[in-house]
């Protein structure tokens, strides 16, 4: 099936580093979302994007919806070692069908 | 916010069996639920929608014959995989989306909440 392309596909770094990885499509979005999922766990919601533009906050969380609507990024601040997990974004496809497109996700692990 | 809970959490099988796994939507009527397939180090695959009182939109590729999709209320969805083989092994997550203003809570609109996910292994 349609998958988003996300980079990094894995990052290993120091605690208190600040971590960004993105996420790109061939087609267009109308939201962007970001969601962490912890091993044997559901993805959980980080930050969702309405607009083209859109810079989001969520804490040490930083997100934005390109302006061309087929880009995204994640920015997180200072991390700790909580912040280990895997990192998806998900588009949302049309305002018909609902469904979401994930991305291929971005393994992410903090060395304390 | 929105609680998704799947059961169950796990199931071990032999092969040819079925499975039924269910998904509920706790503190809010859910139009709409998702049922997405994840193999291990990969990323979540969606497999149908499911909306209330109608039959499943599968995804293409996904038989459905083999995943039989219900959604017979606004809180309940049920995922059966019916004569399971071992490369049915897999996590299994469902998610729902709000209809708004009908748990009288204010969630926002077309966002999808997921199950804490099913891991089936089938022997």
């Known amino acids: 099936g349609q998958q988003l392309n996300q980079s990094p596909q894995s990052m290993f770094i120091q605690e208190g580093e600040d971590v960004s990885m993105n996420c790109t499509s061939s087609s267009i979005f109308n939201t962007w979302l970001w969601y962490k999922q912890e091993p044997g766990e559901g993805p959980v919601l980080l930050i969702a994007?309405?607009?083209?533009?859109e810079l989001t906050s969520n804490g040490r969380l930083t997100a934005q919806f390109g302006i061309t609507r087929k880009d995204s990024f994640l920015n997180i601040s200072a991390s700790i070692p909580s912040d280990v997990g895997i990192y998806f974004c998900a588009g949302h496809v049309t305002s018909g069908t609902y469904k979401y497109i994930f991305g291929t996700g971005t393994r992410l692990k903090v060395l304390a | 916010g929105a609680v998704v809970s799947q059961h169950p959490s796990w199931v071990i099988c032999k092969s040819g069996t079925s499975v039924k796994i269910e998904c509920r939507s706790l503190?809010?009527?859910?139009?709409?639920m998702f049922w997405y397939r994840q193999f291990p180090k990969q990323s979540l695959m969606l497999m149908a929608t499911s909306n209330e009182g109608s039959k499943a939109t599968y995804e293409q590729g996904v038989e459905k014959d083999k995943f039989l999709i219900n959604h017979a209320s606004l809180t309940l969805s049920t995922l059966t995989v019916t004569s399971a083989h071992p490369e049915d092994s897999s996590f299994y997550i469902c998610?729902?989306?709000?209809?708004?203003?009908?748990?009288?809570?204010?969630?926002?609109?077309?966002?999808?909440?997921f199950g804490p996910g099913t891991r089936l292994t089938v022997l």
């Open positions: 998610s729902a989306r709000s209809h708004p203003g009908a748990s009288g809570k204010t969630l926002a609109y077309n966002e999808q909440f």
């Open positions: 503190d809010f009527q859910a139009t709409t």
């Open positions: 994007l309405y607009k083209a533009g």
